[in-house]
């Protein structure tokens, strides 16, 4: 960068009088070296306006957005990302409120045949958004700020979950909570577990196979400690069973819904701590394995993309989702195979692959595994989006773009031949029950049948 902080006329930049023309000669420092310009002075923070110059304006990324197929208001991931970074390049340019309307569902972020880094750009202007022009004393602020935070409201909820089950049940509680707070009263509250994953954990002793060679650490997130512990279980009765030592150390939310609110703060909170925590793991020969799709985009990629911290690339090329490292490093397909038989009764599954799954190359995998049991039948119900993109279909304002978004997902589903939906998200399974009342399992779940209950 030059060390003038700009062109002048007498570099011949920008603002010369006489510019250049044909047949002119640039001038140079004499040693045939061009001084650049510099037109946008250094801030220290992370300069994103190299990836909105990547940005070739093909539009692929609009075309690909869910919510900009049903909403025409809202600008797009185009603008959204890359464009929104141009603007920015004047200091006094806001960031537009339609950054709310964007769910981070992150397909944009894959379908951009350039690599824009449309993940970092929109969480990066949603951050700006949320500490810059929304006020803390608003509705909108704290019911974002508790909605990102699930984990602290889950945490207390799950002492006494009977009560709680029944308290967020009814009606009086879901007219409150609109009312009071924006979110929408048309959704159930998930049910909290009376023994969460982490005591039945604890319960059992921990780990029950050892192993110098085969060690994973398992990221469970809240979900599946506080609501859904069968899936947990059945990730580690399945790792179990192929020989893997398995560790759960302390850890907090990995920061998916603090993105998608802009809590950036929050999220990089959880994410030191989590970062710390597993990266010593990764340092002893642990590899880091998720059951929440949602939770390995955000270690693989949201952390590199938004913190500085010592370790984060460790935990990002060490972590995978539980069925992608089977697949890798065990004979999964072989192991289904064998286990299958004709005492199983046959299954039919409609299966949904989340964005987030999508995004890591993870689709197809739940369809090739059932592919591999005899009487197990996956039916695939396309790639569309689900709508909820974890907090965002609970919000009032969002619900009907949710339930729109996801109308061709239930359509799919319900057209599938099979009475049961499957996915591997836990947000995307709430949406799939609500819109077509079907029971969903998790892919972990049928595997764990499959595997150790013949
Ligand atoms: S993250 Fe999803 S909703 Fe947001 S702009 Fe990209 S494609 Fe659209
Ligand atoms: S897909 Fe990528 S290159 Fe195309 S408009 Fe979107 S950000 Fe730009």
């Known amino acids: 960068m030059s060390d003038t902080g700009g062109s002048s006329a007498e570099d011949g930049g920008e603002g010369s009088e006489s510019g250049p023309t044909d047949g002119d000669v640039l001038e140079t420092d004499g040693e045939g070296a061009f001084d650049p310009i510099e037109v946008f002075p250094e801030t220290g923070e992370p300069d994103l306006r190299p990836g909105a110059d990547d940005c070739y304006k093909c539009s692929t990324c609009d ?92 945490r207390l909820g799950s002492r006494v979950p009977r009560l709680t089950n029944a308290v967020m049940g009814l009606s009086a509680t879901k007219w409150l909570n609109e009312r009071v707070l924006g979110i929408t009263s048309e959704r159930e509250f998930p049910e909290f577990a009376t023994e969460t994953f982490r005591e ?41 069973s192929f020989g893997y030592e398995v560790a759960v150390p302390d850890q907090r939310c990995s920061g998916t819904p603090m993105f998608a609110n802009g809590m950036l703060e929050d999220a990089r909170r959880a994410a030191t701590f989590n970062v710390e925590a597993f990266r010593e793991l990764v340092e002893d020969g642990y590899d880091v394995v998720c059951s929440c799709t949602s939770c390995s985009f955000a270690l693989r990629q949201e952390y590199l993309e938004l913190f500085d911290l010592k370790g984060v690339e460790t935990v990002a090329t060490n972590t995978y989702d539980a069925v992608e490292y089977l697949r890798i490093y065990e004979d999964l397909e072989g192991a289904l195979a064998e286990a299958s038989g004709d005492d199983g009764q046959p299954a039919a599954f409609a299966y949904h692959t989340p964005c987030h799954a999508r995004n890591q190359g993870l689709d197809g995998q739940t369809v090739e595994l059932g592919d591999a049991v005899d009487g197990l039948e996956v039916h695939d119900v396309g790639d569309s989006c689900s709508g909820i993109s974890g907090t965002y279909g609970w919000k009032r304002e969002r619900y009907e773009t949710s339930m729109t978004i996801g109308a061709e997902m239930f359509e799919h589903i319900e057209r599938a031949d099979a009475d049961t939906g499957l996915t591997e998200c836990p947000t995307c399974a709430m949406q799939m029950e609500h819109g077509t009342g079907y029971e969903v399992r998790h892919t972990l779940e049928v595997l764990a049948d499959v595997l150790l209950e013949q």
């Open 200 to 240: 039945w954990w604890a319960d059992r002793g921990g780990a029950r196979v050892s192993s110098e060679e085969k060690r994973i650490a398992y990221f469970h997130g809240d979900y599946a400690n506080y609501n859904t512990p069968e899936v947990g279980k059945a990730l580690v009765r399945v790792f179990e």
């Open 63 to 154: 075309t690909n957005c869910p919510v900009a197929a049903v909403d025409e208001e809202f600008p797009g991931p185009k603008f959204q990302g890359p464009e929104q970074w141009r603007l920015k390049r004047r200091e006094d340019h806001d960031i537009d409120p339609s950054i709310t309307k964007c769910s981070n569902c992150m397909r944009c972020d894959h379908a951009c045949p350039t690599g824009v880094p449309l993940s970092q750009q929109h969480n990066t202007a949603r951050a700006e958004y949320v500490a810059q022009q929304v006020s803390r004393f608003s509705r909108e602020y704290w019911r974002n700020r508790l909605l990102a935070n699930y984990g602290t409201m889950a």
